[in-house]
Each structure stands twice: as structure tokens, then as C-alpha cells.
């Protein structure tokens, strides 16, 4: 069974950055490609990133130039740097492995984390 666990949510001013980090329980990390989505209140889960296991990456336009999705493969974990957030960047955000299926789709993913709060004030 695969695990995941996200952290490094919080409040931060517009303009801020944060880190988020999710670690992935279960072997053959290195092989797994991995995304992260989010979720504002009375929206549907959307794309934000993704990872290839040869580390290429994918951005959602909105996050592009703002955000960047990397992996370290000897510690289980996939990272999202945000930086200049802005009031539209407040979510749950979610880190997931892909299983099948366009990487942009939430039903692409087979194993999910329980999401962290990000809230961006004004």
C-alpha cells in the first residue's frame, strides 16, 4: 500500500512563498510519476503540477513561472515551491501518484494524500 503525506501549508501575506513537501511511503519511488492538485471551497479539484519519473515536469498555466515541482528520490519525497503567491493561490493542496491516464486529470491518480491548507492573504 502507498502512502502519502503533505506538509508545509500555512497563512502567507501575497507575494510570500512556501514549500510544500509530500512523502511517499512504499517502494519503487523513483519509479512513480507524481502530481500535485488543489482545491478551493465549492471548486473542483484542478492540476497544478506534475513529475515524470525521469523528472521532467509539467506546470498548470496559472502556476507557470511561479511555481516548480521537483523530487528528491532518496528521501521518498516530491516538493512544490510556490513563490509569489497571490489570494487565488488559497486551497487544499494535493499531492497524488499517477496511475493511468492523462497527468492533468484527478481520475488519472490512484493514491492520495489527505491535503494541507494554503491560504494567501490580501
Known amino acids: 500500500q502507498v502512502q502519502l503525506v503533505e506538509s508545509g501549508g500555512g497563512l502567507v501575506q501575497a507575494g510570500g512563498s512556501l514549500r510544500l513537501s509530500c512523502a511517499v511511503s512504499?517502494?519503487?519511488?523513483?519509479?512513480?510519476?507524481l502530481g500535485w492538485f488543489r482545491q478551493a471551497p465549492g471548486k473542483e479539484r484542478e492540476f497544478v503540477a506534475f513529475?515524470?519519473?525521469?523528472?521532467?515536469?509539467s506546470e498548470a498555466d496559472s502556476v507557470k513561472g511561479r511555481f516548480t515541482i521537483s523530487r528528491d528520490n532518496t528521501k521518498n519525497t516530491m516538493y512544490l515551491q510556490m513563490n509569489t503567491l497571490k489570494p487565488e493561490d488559497t486551497a487544499v493542496y494535493y499531492c497524488?501518484?499517477?496511475?493511468?491516464?492523462?497527468?492533468?486529470?484527478?481520475?488519472?491518480?490512484?493514491?492520495w494524500g489527505q491535503g494541507t491548507q494554503v491560504t494567501v492573504s490580501s
Open positions: 497524488a501518484v499517477w496511475g493511468l491516464g492523462d497527468y492533468w486529470r484527478p481520475t488519472s491518480y490512484t493514491y
Open positions: 512504499g517502494r519503487a519511488f523513483s519509479t512513480r510519476n
Open positions: 513529475i515524470w519519473s525521469g523528472e521532467s515536469t
